[in-house]
């Protein structure tokens, strides 16, 4: 007997309503509370991308890369929902408009990937390792922006590579078909 706790996402009725702009659209950007100004960088300027499509944007709610993405979400009017870790919403960088606290620990990681309808990973550590796991576990498509890479003989289907942030708003669009995409 199989038993599958985490069966892989299928295209839904639900997808068609954010895809018809009937429902938000969640993506989540993960990556490591501590990243390098280049990895900040390039996740405020995913952040401000992420709003421009109307999506909120969902993060672990701490420093780093998931800083530098509410922060340019805020920048131009997007909305943001952090998911903590720990007991204390004061513990949220100072960009999110929403926390969760969970007492989870690391184990949040599957809220933060199970509430996005994508992923995007920047940078990151083994922390964001876990969450690219979860993330395609689950069926979310998974884009990595200067982050960890994949080799296997029979390919990473649903983990696609990006070198700008503009190429992963491309991938998402792709990936969930979008309205705007090749896809489409």
Same mark, same amino acid.
């Given at each position: 007997?199989?038993?599958?706790?985490?069966?892989?996402h299928q295209s839904?009725?639900?997808?068609?309503?954010?895809?018809?702009?009937?429902?938000?659209?969640?993506?989540?950007?993960?990556?490591?509370?501590?990243?390098?100004?280049?990895?900040?960088?390039?996740?405020?300027?995913?952040?401000?991308?992420?709003?421009?499509?109307?999506?909120?944007?969902?993060?672990?709610?701490? =420093?780093?890369?998931?800083?530098?993405?509410?922060? &340019?979400?805020?920048?131009?009017? #997007?909305?943001?929902?952090? !998911? +903590?870790? %720990?007991?204390?919403?004061?513990?949220?960088?100072?960009?999110?408009?929403?926390?969760?606290?969970?007492?989870?620990?690391?184990?949040?990681?599957?809220?933060?990937?199970?509430?996005?309808?994508?992923?995007?990973?920047?940078? =990151?550590?083994?922390?964001?390792?876990?969450?690219? &796991?979860?993330?395609?576990?689950? #069926?979310?498509?998974?884009? !990595? +922006?200067? %982050?960890?890479?994949?080799?296997?003989?029979?390919?990473?289907?649903?983990?696609?590579?990006?070198?700008t942030p503009e190429?992963?708003?491309?991938?998402?669009?792709?990936?969930?078909?979008?309205?705007?995409?090749?896809?489409?």
């Amino acid at each position: 007997m199989t038993l599958m706790l985490h069966p892989p996402h299928q295209s839904s009725e639900e997808d068609a309503d954010w895809a018809a702009g009937s429902r938000p659209l969640y993506i989540s950007v993960i990556g490591g509370g501590r990243c390098t100004a280049p990895q900040y960088a390039m996740a405020e300027h995913l952040g401000r991308l992420v709003a421009g499509l109307g999506a909120v944007l969902v993060c672990g709610g701490l =420093g780093g890369v998931m800083e530098g993405a509410g922060r &340019g979400a805020k920048e131009v009017g #997007g909305q943001t929902l952090g !998911i +903590l870790p %720990g007991h204390d919403r004061s513990a949220a960088n100072p960009y999110m408009d929403t926390v969760v606290t969970t007492g989870l620990g690391h184990g949040r990681n599957l809220a933060v990937v199970s509430t996005g309808d994508a992923v995007i990973a920047v940078g =990151g550590e083994f922390g964001t390792l876990s969450e690219i &796991g979860l993330a395609r576990k689950i #069926g979310r498509p998974v884009v !990595i +922006l200067d %982050g960890w890479r994949f080799s296997r003989d029979e390919g990473t289907p649903g983990i696609w590579y990006a070198e700008t942030p503009e190429e992963a708003i491309s991938q998402i669009r792709d990936a969930l078909n979008l309205p705007g995409s090749d896809s489409v």
